[in-house]
Nanobody, 124 residues
């Protein structure tokens, strides 16, 4: 089973950018759906973006459309979440998740494997 290691979180001012990385250890993302989710204090975990391992299909939440881009680099076994024009409401712990799946998965309950999370804080 794939294991996930996230990195790239931090503190940034509103309007700034960050790129999160989700690296698969030991195995590649072949035949996986990989998603990014986030959870702010006191709120439920919410979908941010998801992608199929071969870039054949992707989706993202309305709240991040045009600002966040998910991509996969199979040579590096890494999925990225490029975030621009960050807003204070983007502040949350961001998690990547993966599941062996023939289709794109966008609900957090559908995912079996999770990373440890990385904190993103956007100051106003």
């Amino acid at each position: 089973q794939v294991q996930l290691v996230e990195s790239g979180g931090g503190v940034v001012q509103a309007g700034g950018s960050l790129r999160l990385s989700c690296a698969a250890s030991e195995r590649s993302f072949t035949s996986y759906s990989v998603g990014w989710f986030r959870q702010a204090p006191g709120k439920e975990r919410e979908f941010v973006a998801a992608i199929r391992w071969n870039n054949s299909n992707r989706d993202d939440a309305d709240s991040v459309k045009g600002r966040f881009t998910i991509s996969v680099d199979n040579a590096k076994n890494t999925v990225y979440l490029q975030m621009i024009s960050l807003k204070p409401e983007d502040t949350a712990v961001y998690y990547c998740a993966a599941r062996y799946s023939p289709i794109l998965l966008t609900r957090w309950r559908e995912y079996a494997t999770w990373g440890q999370g990385t904190q993103v804080t956007v100051s106003s």
